[in-house]
């Protein structure tokens, strides 16, 4: 909490924070492989119209080794899910489940949720490719055991062999996206037994709207079976298929770091009410002034939603702030103060933020903005109006003061 002083007794305080997330989902089994998927959003001043979570998962699988350039360049996300096992191959030309063999569930919905668990949103998740890394366990089977043909059902994304431990990798990447079901194979060549050293897959998330979103972190969880053909398995490895895990459980989280600045200029901590114009109507001709005002100015950058709310040294009872007179018995005299932020408006109304009355009695509202908004020239307006300027003027000579805080809550 940061508070800024106005000798006039005009007080202003930033509230700005960060909360973790303390939300844990998981699906418990003893053979079961945990893995994690994260991506965070941090708004760039220089590049305001990104709108997009970067993804922050340390790499691992097949990307994470000579392919990682590649990966990279073509924006592939692979990750390890940690699932090890045997295969048993037959010769089978048919890209049958014999062969080296990959079938990989459609797109799915997950729901990611707030901290705080109020708010929720939708994470889509497309499998969009896979990849096998297996060892001959016997030690006698060719060099390139799964080679013959072009796949089937997808694209041949990666591979590379290492002839002297008679080990192969191979990565498919699906034609239709992570849409629907896919089968992906190729040829196998030998019967043997090979040990499944890796199995990883190739992710793309469709992640929220990230302005539409508080800071913090949201997490969510979903599980996938991995096993062979007939096991109704979401990755299918084929036919002859031990698995040392067959369930793994992918952990998403999601952090949402908003930027937020207010910044005040010098003398800003100080306002003096006083008529528009100057006084000279009312020492020259005892003209009253309909108001006593001060507008105080300030900039605000803000990528996401804030509050704003209001306290006051002297409440009044209808929610306004009073300023008072330091020296003499006299009634307290309500001020009207009223916020402008051009771009912003009331999430809950839609309401333009322009002249928006703040009192103590209000439901704070929660404002928004469609766009990254950087340092856009804001006010606070501060008046004594009406009848209340010429109960002040009755007691000439004399001060009224008081101390009002206006309070931005970067977390609502």
């Keep these: 909490m940061i508070r800024h002083s106005l000798s006039t007794g005009l007080q202003r305080l930033l509230r700005q924070g960060l909360c973790a997330l303390a939300l844990v989902a998981g699906v418990g089994s003893v ?10 959003f941090k708004p760039d001043v220089s590049d305001p119209d990104k709108r997009e979570f970067t993804n922050t998962t340390p ?55 707030s901290d705080d668990g109020l708010s929720t949103f939708d ?109 109704g398995a979401d990755f299918d490895l084929g036919d002859g298929v031990a698995l040392e895990d067959n369930i793994v459980n992918v952990h998403f989280e ?20 006083a008529p528009r114009g100057g006084w000279a109507q009312w020492s020259d001709h005892g003209i009253v002034p309909k108001s006593l005002e001060r507008d105080v100015p300030f900039s605000l950058s803000s990528s996401g939603q804030f509050e704003v709310s209001l306290q006051c040294q002297h409440p009044l009872a209808d929610g306004r702030c009073a300023i008072r007179n330091v020296a003499e018995a006299a009634d307290e005299v309500p001020l009207d103060i009223q916020l402008t932020l051009p771009g912003f408006r009331d999430s809950a109304t839609g309401v333009d933020v322009v002249g928006m009355p703040l009192t103590t009695t209000m439901l704070a509202p929660v404002l928004t903005a469609d766009v990254f908004i950087i340092r856009r020239p804001s006010k606070l307006n501060f008046a004594v109006n009406g009848d209340a300027v010429r109960s002040m003027l009755d007691h000439p000579g004399s001060h009224y003061r008081g101390d009002v805080t206006v309070i931005f809550d970067a977390s609502p």
Excluded at 61 to 71: M, N, T
């Design 31 to 40: 053979h079961a492989a945990d893995i994690y998927i994260s991506a965070e």
């Design 59 to 113: 790499w691992s699988g097949v990307c994470d080794s000579v392919h990682l350039q590649v990966c990279i360049n073509n924006e592939w996300w692979s990750i390890d899910t940690k699932v090890r096992g045997t295969k048993q191959g037959v010769y089978a030309p048919d890209w049958g489940p014999g062969g080296f063999y990959i079938g990989m569930p459609p797109s799915r919905t997950v729901t990611v949720v």
């Design 123 to 231: 994470l889509g998740v497309n499998i969009i490719g896979a990849a096998m890394r297996i060892t001959d366990l016997d030690g006698d089977g060719p060099r390139e055991p799964a080679s013959t043909g072009n796949p089937n059902g997808c694209s041949l994304a990666l591979k590379n062999t290492n002839a002297s431990n008679r080990s192969v990798m191979r990565m498919f990447l699906r034609r239709d996206g992570g849409e629907g079901v896919a089968i992906c194979s190729l040829h196998w060549l030998h019967e043997n037994n090979y040990a499944i050293q890796e199995f990883d897959f190739t992710y793309k998330l469709t992640t929220p709207a990230p302005l539409a979103m508080r800071s913090g972190v949201y997490r969510g969880m979903t599980t996938y079976r991995v096993g062979g053909t007939g096991e």
């Design 254 to 273: 999601l952090k949402v770091e908003h930027a937020f600045q207010l910044d005040l200029p010098p003398g800003s901590e100080r306002a003096v009410l």
